[in-house]
Nanobody, 119 residues
């Protein structure tokens, strides 16, 4: 089991930046690939980014490539999402998730943190 707690959301103007954090507790943090997802009002939850357990591999959805950066600090059991050049369409609840391997489902989820980008 792993417990996930997100923080860092808030209200920001378009073009601004935010850094989300996700603190994990439980078994070995570096056993888990970590992902960020988001859900906009009235829309389904969508994948944003993922990072491997070692941090050596990352993936992004096309709409955030070049603007968002995922990273992790395994000594602090924390994964980050640095978001820059934010757009109104980035608004939503951002969720942190964990899975044991690239072929596994994301079984563990945080409670989410709200990101609102104003025009």
């Amino acid at each position: 089991q792993v417990q996930l707690v997100e923080s860092g959301g808030g209200l920001v103007q378009a073009g601004g930046s935010l850094r989300l954090s996700c603190a994990a507790s439980g078994r070995r943090f570096d056993d888990y690939a970590m992902g960020w997802f988001r859900q906009a009002p009235g829309k389904e939850r969508e994948f944003v980014s993922e990072i491997s357990g070692s941090g050596s591999s990352t993936d992004y959805t096309d709409s955030v490539k070049g603007r968002f950066t995922i990273s992790r600090d395994n000594a602090k059991n924390t994964v980050y999402l640095q978001m820059s050049s934010l757009k109104v369409e980035d608004t939503g609840v951002y969720y942190c998730a964990a899975r044991l391997g690239i072929t596994s489902a994301f079984d563990f989820w945080g409670q989410g943190t709200q990101v609102t980008v104003s025009s």
